[in-house]
């Protein structure tokens, strides 16, 4: 049976976790890298045991359920980051116009 | 001026003024995502000192009677309350998709493990793959609550 290669599980994470925060992946990715590395070796070491006959068959798919719900958090936080980064950017850019709208209105619009 | 600069630039002031009234009348910034809630942090945090001492007692358990599920129930119950407490919670605040996903990984991940300790247990080479995945998933979910707290900023 093929070994699980950490690497390639942990290449085909961070692609999809680009793909959620593709402008923002700077700032996300020391974050993202790290615990989807974990969620890699993770995934071995649950082959691992199943190879050595420490757990069954049953008992490994409940270990891939507990990881693939570990991951889904980890990517919704990474998604949750990149709304935020967008939102204060909107925020920004209104904080720009604000006096000049405010001043030509007359009245406190921003 | 020509008619359609004038157009133009009329046409960019209105669509600026449409964008800033799109968030409410005199709203100080635009929230596209949940903000802050202290008392979903507040849970969230407890719930991850129980799993933390769930895995502490039964790494010093396993292997004997006392790692048993029976012995682990009431952990489950609470566990189970506190995520039903947090799900009816992050359903009252607004634009909290992401939050109530992730309450949802979190009650699946605890079903999941319960399934695990009811068939049992037999060696502490069986826990660092589970204890790990709560780890990261609880740092995600404090890491996101820490962020929308930063995002207060905005407000003022």
Redesign the interface.
């Known amino acids: 049976m093929p070994e699980i290669n950490t690497e390639e599980i942990f290449e085909k994470m961070v692609t999809a976790a680009q793909s959620v925060l593709t402008n923002h992946w700077e700032e996300a990715q020391p974050?993202a890298e790290n615990?989807l590395k974990?969620?890699a070796?993770?995934i071995k070491?649950?082959g691992e045991?199943k190879l050595q006959g420490?757990?069954?068959e049953?008992?490994a798919k409940?270990?891939l359920?507990?990881?693939k719900?570990?991951a889904?958090?980890?990517l919704?936080?990474i998604?949750?980051?990149g709304?935020?980064a967008?939102?204060?950017a909107?925020?920004a850019a209104?904080d720009v116009?604000k006096a000049t709208?405010n001043t030509a209105l007359g009245w406190?619009?921003? | 001026m020509k008619l359609s600069k004038v157009v133009s630039v009329q046409g960019k002031i209105i669509g600026l003024l449409l964008l800033v009234l799109s968030c409410g009348y005199a709203c100080t910034s635009v929230r596209l995502i949940s903000e802050y809630d202290p008392i979903t942090d507040e849970k969230v945090t407890e719930l991850e000192e129980k799993v933390a001492t769930y895995f502490v007692q039964l790494e010093r358990t396993i292997g004997t009677d006392e790692a048993a599920y029976e012995h682990y129930q009431t952990f489950f119950d609470e566990a189970k309350v506190d995520l039903n407490t947090l799900s009816v919670r992050a359903a009252a605040v607004d634009k909290n998709r992401i939050v109530q996903e992730q309450v949802k990984e979190l009650q699946n991940m605890l079903s999941n493990l319960e399934a695990l300790h009811k068939m049992g247990f037999a060696s502490a080479e069986q826990l660092p793959p589970l204890k790990s995945a709560f780890n990261s998933a609880f740092t995600a979910i404090i890491r996101l609550q820490m962020a929308l707290k930063r995002g207060e900023k905005y407000e003022n």
Do not use: P
Request: aromatic content about 4%; cysteine-free.
């Open positions: 974050f615990e974990v969620l070796n993770n070491l649950i045991l420490k757990i069954t049953e008992q409940h270990y359920e507990i990881q719900s570990s889904r958090i980890v919704l936080t998604e949750g980051l709304i935020l967008v939102e204060g909107i925020n209104l116009v709208v406190k619009l921003i």
